[in-house]
């Protein structure tokens, strides 16, 4: 497949064994390549582990005309003259959201998929534009009250189950995080919000390679999301970690690290 060219330039940076198995990792909202470090640095340090900062994010800057259809195209031609022909996308909420998308974009890249308390956007348009003006109002709000108090409101949502309770946890989010620029989140926000991206609930069913979708036993929206998701992509595995919310690879890294670790080596056994 011959993808159109493009000139963004994705940010990103290769942990672990560069002659390793692929897996490139896209973080979510408001994070960075390098929330991945820990875990991949001690539980995947035999794999060739891409960590991408998303545009928009940390130190990856999106220029103000930027296109979506344009961004999404430039990765994995960037991978591709680095030498990385084929790739399994781990995406967590906005980055699986990105891992979809890089599917339908250039399928025979994709020799399987991990989605991490995700999903392919919102079903309907109505669904959709509500979502535009609320994350309007999201960014209003970021820009008015600032990064660093958004941040701990963010994290202490019911969304995120008990990061609030575990205070070194949501000290290094809230911190690590601040540097974030507040026009440069508005950005990805219009291009890569749950809002702004067309759906892909009706190409689930084409998805035809292994798929592992995990998602947190607090966290009942995106539960229950999964659990469709699970109908529509035949032979998909559905695991829930238990006792966390929708960053559940941040509380429970080990247990995260083990089920993905399982359905990969599975994978690779059976090339």
Not at 39 to 46: A, C, I
Not at 221 to 232: A, G, M, S, T, V
Request: proline share 5%.
């Amino acid at each position: 497949m011959n993808l159109p060219s493009s000139t963004y330039d994705w940010k990103y940076r290769i942990e672990g064994n560069t002659e390793g198995y692929p897996l490139l990792w896209l973080h979510g909202f408001l994070g960075a390549g390098e929330d991945w470090l820990e875990l991949v640095r001690t539980h995947f340090s035999d794999y060739c582990n891409i960590l991408v900062d998303l545009p928009g994010h940390s130190g990856s800057i999106m220029p103000t005309d930027s296109i979506f259809a344009n961004m999404l195209t430039a990765l994995p031609q960037q991978l591709s003259n680095s030498g990385f022909e084929m790739f399994t996308p781990i995406g967590y909420s906005m980055g699986g959201r990105i891992g979809f998308h890089l599917q339908q974009l250039a399928p025979e890249k994709i020799p399987a998929l991990v989605f991490l308390s995700s999903a392919p956007g919102l079903k309907t348009r109505n669904e959709r534009e509500q979502r535009t003006i609320d994350d309007v109002q999201l960014m209003n709000k970021l820009a008015s009250i600032g990064v660093s108090p958004f941040l701990k409101e963010w994290y202490s949502s019911d969304l995120f189950g008990k990061i609030k309770n575990n205070a070194i946890l949501f000290s290094e989010l809230c911190h690590t995080r601040s540097n974030n620029d507040t026009e440069q989140l508005r950005q990805a926000l219009a291009l890569m919000g749950n809002g702004a991206l067309p759906s892909l609930w009706d190409n689930l069913e084409d998805i035809a390679v292994p798929t592992l979708l995990m998602t947190g036993e607090l966290d009942s929206k995106y539960f229950q999301l999964n659990q469709e998701i699970n109908q529509k992509i035949a032979g998909s595995i559905h695991n829930q970690v238990a006792d966390a919310g929708h960053a559940f690879h941040l509380e429970k890294p080990l247990e995260t690290a083990r089920i993905i670790r399982h359905f990969l080596s599975e994978i690779i056994e059976g090339e």
